[in-house]
C-alpha cells in the first residue's frame, strides 16, 4: 500500500467535561445522566439523528424492561426512554399489564415491551436532551484521538467544517463499534461471529403499517432461536469494520429488500414501503476488553461493583447484574464504553446489545463521568448511590424478593 504524508495543523474548535461519541440509546442516556448531574456535555452523532439502529436502522423494537416472569429488572432512563417512545401514541404491541397495573400472574405471560414509531422517536429525544442543556453535533465523525499519560486529551473529528480537535475531561464511547478505543489505543478485541445480512422495512398494506424484518442478527452457537426471529438472506458473515465491505453490505440489503418489494407489490396493489434502513444495519463488530467479561453464565450473580440489572430478551428467568468492571476501559483512565461495546463475551453480547441495556450502561456511565475523569480511581459505592438516585435497581434481591 502506497501513502501519502499529510501535514495539517489541527484547530481546537470545542471543550466539554463529558464528551459522549454516538446518539444510539446508549449515547443519549449516557448525555442525558451527565447533563443532568451539571456537566458540559457534547454529543457527537455521524448522522442527523439520534437513535442508531434504534431509528435510522429501523430495529424499532424495544425490548424487555422484565425478567420474564413478571419482574421488571431495569428503571432509571431505561424505563423513561421506554414510555417517552410511546409518549405521542405511535406505540404497537401496548403492554397492558405492566403500564395497567396488571398482577404478577398477567405480567409474567407480557413481556414489558413495545414497538415504536422510529420518526416520532428522533424528535421526541432530540427535544428531551436539548431540553437538558446538551450540545450535539450532528454529521461528524470522529476520525483519531489524541492521548497523554493514559488518558484521551482531545478526540479529533471531521464534519462540514473540516478537520478539528476537541478537548475534554472524560469520554464515554457508544459508537458500538468501540472505535474512539480503538483511536486512542485503548485495549479491544473482535467479536467471534461477524453480522449476516439484514434487510429490515416498514411498509404499509391493508390500512396498517407493519416491520418487515428480512436478515437478523444472531449467534450460532445457540440454538434456541426466538419464535420471530427472521432468517438468514445469503451465507455470508461480514466484519463490519471494512469501509468497502460495508458499503457492499448496505448495496446487498438494498438490493434484497427492492426484491422483496416489488414481490409482495404483485400480489398486493396497495402494499407501499414506507421506511428503509438508512445506516447498515452491523450490531457485532469490535468491544472493549474492561476488567470484567460479562457472560451469560453470571446468571443471577451478586457483583458487588453491581450499576443496573437486566433480563434476557431470548430467554425468560435469567437476570443479570452488570459491574461496573466491564465498561471501563483497562488501560484508558479517562475512557467508558456504553452500549453493545462493552465487555462482555461473545454469547453474553447477545443479551447487551439491546435496548433496554444500552439504556442502562449508558446512564451509568454518565453519571460515572459526571462524578470523576479518572474511573481507575473513582467510588464506586458513590457511584452506586447516585446511580439509586435517579431510580435504578442494582442487585437481584432488590426486584426478585
Known amino acids: 500500500m502506497r501513502y501519502i504524508e499529510e501535514k495539517i495543523s489541527v484547530p481546537i474548535a470545542k471543550k466539554c467535561d463529558v464528551l459522549v461519541a454516538g446518539g444510539g440509546f446508549a449515547g ?6 451527565a447533563a443532568r448531574h ?10 442527523f439523528g439520534l437513535g442508531g439502529l434504534g431509528t435510522l436502522g429501523i430495529v424499532t423494537i424495544y425490548l424487555p424492561l422484565c425478567d420474564g416472569e413478571g419482574h421488571q429488572v431495569i428503571y432509571g432512563i431505561g424505563e423513561e426512554l421506554f414510555r417517552l417512545s410511546m409518549k405521542d401514541g405511535y406505540e404497537d404491541r401496548y403492554p397492558t399489564p405492566w403500564l395497567e397495573g396488571g398482577t404478577l400472574e398477567e405480567k409474567a405471560k407480557t413481556r414489558f415491551e413495545v414497538r415504536y414509531n422510529a420518526n416520532m422517536f428522533i424528535l421526541q429525544v432530540e427535544e428531551l436532551l436539548l431540553g437538558e442543556g446538551v450540545e450535539i453535533l450532528y454529521g461528524t465523525r470522529i476520525c483519531s484521538a489524541t492521548t497523554e499519560n493514559d488518558r484521551i486529551t482531545s478526540v479529533i473529528v471531521e464534519n462540514k467544517s473540516g478537520r478539528s480537535a476537541i478537548e475534554c475531561g472524560s469520554v464515554i464511547d457508544c459508537t458500538g463499534d468501540a472505535d474512539v478505543a480503538h483511536f486512542a489505543g485503548a485495549e479491544t478485541a473482535e467479536f467471534g461471529q461477524g453480522n449476516i445480512l439484514a434487510a429490515w422495512y416498514y411498509y404499509f398494506t391493508n390500512g396498517k403499517k407493519n416491520l418487515q424484518l428480512l436478515g437478523a442478527s444472531d449467534i450460532p452457537d445457540e440454538d434456541k432461536k426466538a419464535d420471530n426471529e427472521p432468517q438468514k438472506l445469503i451465507d455470508r458473515r461480514f466484519r463490519g469494520l471494512n469501509g468497502d465491505e460495508i458499503s457492499e453490505m448496505m448495496q446487498l440489503s438494498h438490493s434484497q429488500t427492492l426484491k422483496h418489494i416489488r414481490a409482495n407489490r404483485r400480489e398486493k396493489a396497495d402494499f407501499e414501503p414506507t421506511m428503509i434502513a438508512t445506516i447498515p444495519q452491523i450490531r457485532m463488530t469490535r468491544r ?3 476488567d470484567y467479561d460479562i457472560d451469560t453464565t453470571d ?3 451478586y457483583m458487588e461493583d453491581s450499576i443496573g440489572m437486566t433480563g434476557n430478551w431470548k430467554k425468560r428467568g435469567p437476570v443479570y447484574e452488570i459491574p461496573f468492571r466491564s465498561i471501563r476501559s483497562k488501560n484508558i483512565k479517562n475512557l467508558l464504553a456504553a452500549g453493545r461495546c462493552i465487555s462482555s463475551t461473545d454469547a453474553m453480547w447477545d443479551v447487551t446489545r439491546v435496548i433496554p ?3 442502562v450502561t449508558g446512564e451509568a456511565a454518565g453519571v460515572a463521568a459526571s462524578m470523576t475523569d479518572d474511573f481507575h480511581s473513582i467510588d464506586i459505592k458513590a457511584l452506586q448511590d447516585e446511580i439509586r438516585r435517579g431510580g435504578v435497581k442494582l442487585h437481584t434481591d432488590e426486584v426478585l424478593n
Not at 443519549?28 to 445522566?33: G, K, R
Open 28 to 33: 443519549i442516556s449516557a448525555a442525558l445522566a
Open 38 to 47: 451539571g456537566k458540559k456535555v457534547l454529543l457527537i452523532e455521524n448522522e
Open 288 to 290: 472493549i476488553v474492561g
Open 299 to 301: 446468571d443471577k450473580v
Open 357 to 359: 441495556v444500552c439504556a
